[in-house]
């Protein structure tokens, strides 16, 4: 037990990250009184531009999407009541390959001990007691999440002196079947609806925070292998009562709906689908039993 107001700090890749895996979590303890910290590595500018265009396209202003998404974030954060927001600022890194990756000032070429260094001075700022990130795939192997990832356990071990308990985001098997029939659903319908053709199969990673809404008819990528099997996922918590205040918060991030697929079933459909947040405990101060259902079991 701590004698001091608890703490939780998620440690995310890019604006919109924060809602569709800890959005639940950090709206449920912002309303339990936990002050809840948000850092947000990366400046979203590899993003949908205005209109939706693409990375690449004519039109496409990497500096101009920051601007629009660090505002977008802002927006989340309010509807997550989010204590503190800190962004580091680092140039999104795009996908796997891109030419983005090796831009000036892109997270994924930052030495990890920069990063570490400045996102240790905030873990010593805020002292929390439960810190969130992915694990050393990102989730899904996107180049930013790889590096959130390697910053905050770098960072971890400089401040080995707090000892939050510590967790990466995951999704259980089940799960990762129920969103691949949600998309197949989503696809068959919008195939009936506007009886055209598939045009191009569904791109990036459908549960992965920036999923893409499938053509209708398109062949789907099997996601069943993604995350852990049920048995090896910690951690348990229900947000179902925050499912709408989730949505929001995900909705808040406009400029990027057209790739985000959780917002085209809308609200009572998402939390459905949505109203269950997992993780894998790594490490900390309890030694609680697994599963567990809070992530601040033993702390209070």
């Not at 810190?131 to 071990?157: K, S, W």
């Not at 799960?175 to 009936?192: D, K, L, V």
Request: some cysteine.
């Amino acid at each position: 037990m701590v004698d001091r107001p608890l703490t939780l700090m998620a440690v995310h890749a890019h604006p919109d990250d924060e809602a569709t895996g800890t959005g639940g979590v950090l709206a449920r303890y912002a309303a339990e009184g936990i002050r809840t910290v948000l850092v947000t590595c990366t400046d979203g500018g590899c993003g949908d531009g205005p209109g939706g265009v693409k990375p690449g396209e004519p039109g496409h202003d990497p500096e101009a999407v920051a601007a629009m998404r660090l505002k977008e974030l802002a927006a989340s954060c309010e509807v997550l009541k989010i204590s503190h927001l800190e962004t580091l600022g680092y140039a999104d890194s795009g996908m796997m390959g891109w030419a983005a990756n090796d831009a000036p000032n892109s997270f994924w070429r930052t030495p990890v001990e920069e990063g570490a260094a400045r996102l240790a001075e905030l873990i010593r700022r805020y002292q929390p007691d439960v810190v969130v990130t992915y694990d050393e795939n990102g989730f899904y192997g996107h180049p930013d999440h790889i590096q959130a990832h390697r910053i905050t356990m770098a960072a971890l071990e400089l401040t080995g002196e707090l000892q939050p308990k510590v967790y990466w985001t995951t999704a259980p098997h089940s799960a990762m079947r129920r969103f691949g029939e949600a998309m197949r659903e989503f696809a068959s319908q919008s195939e009936n609806e506007s009886g055209s053709e598939p045009q191009a199969a569904a791109q990036d990673d459908p549960a992965a925070g920036q999923p893409s809404q499938p053509d209708a008819g398109a062949e789907l990528p099997d996601m069943s292998q993604i995350g852990l099997p049920d048995d090896q996922v910690t951690t348990w918590v229900d947000v179902t009562a925050f499912g709408a205040q989730k949505y929001d918060s995900l909705a808040a991030h406009a400029s990027q709906s057209e790739s985000i697929f959780f917002l085209h079933m809308g609200k009572e459909r998402f939390t459905e689908l949505m109203g269950v947040e997992t993780f894998l405990r790594v490490s900390g101060p309890s030694d609680g039993a697994v599963p567990e259902t809070d992530l601040f079991a033993g702390l209070r």
